[in-house]
């Protein structure tokens, strides 16, 4: 439940949506498919923003922004 002076909700990355394996990158999707190789996590994310807007999601690029606090 929101008050009205709440702070509105916002989408953010799982924080655990990314990981590395034997020196390179992947991410998981909220379809269970885990995308990769990549060669930096800045590629992984990259990639993810594409795969967000090959999925439909028009606002990817603003989602990728809101959750970039590294």
């Known amino acids: ?7 509105k ?3 953010r990355f799982r924080s655990d949506r990314f990981f590395t ?4 990158w992947f991410f998981n999707t909220r379809e269970g498919t885990t995308e990769g ?4 996590r800045a590629d992984a ?3 993810l923003v594409g795969y967000l807007l ?4 028009k606002t990817a690029d ?3 922004r809101a959750g970039d606090n590294r």
Request: glycine share 8%; charged share 20%; aromatic share 10%.
């Open 54 to 57: 090959d999925q439909g999601i």
């Open 9 to 11: 909700p916002t989408t």
């Open 45 to 47: 994310e990259s990639a």
């Open 62 to 64: 603003v989602w990728y």
């Open 37 to 40: 190789p990549f060669a930096s």
């Open 21 to 24: 394996s034997q020196g390179q």
């Open 1 to 7: 439940m929101h008050r009205h002076s709440d702070e």
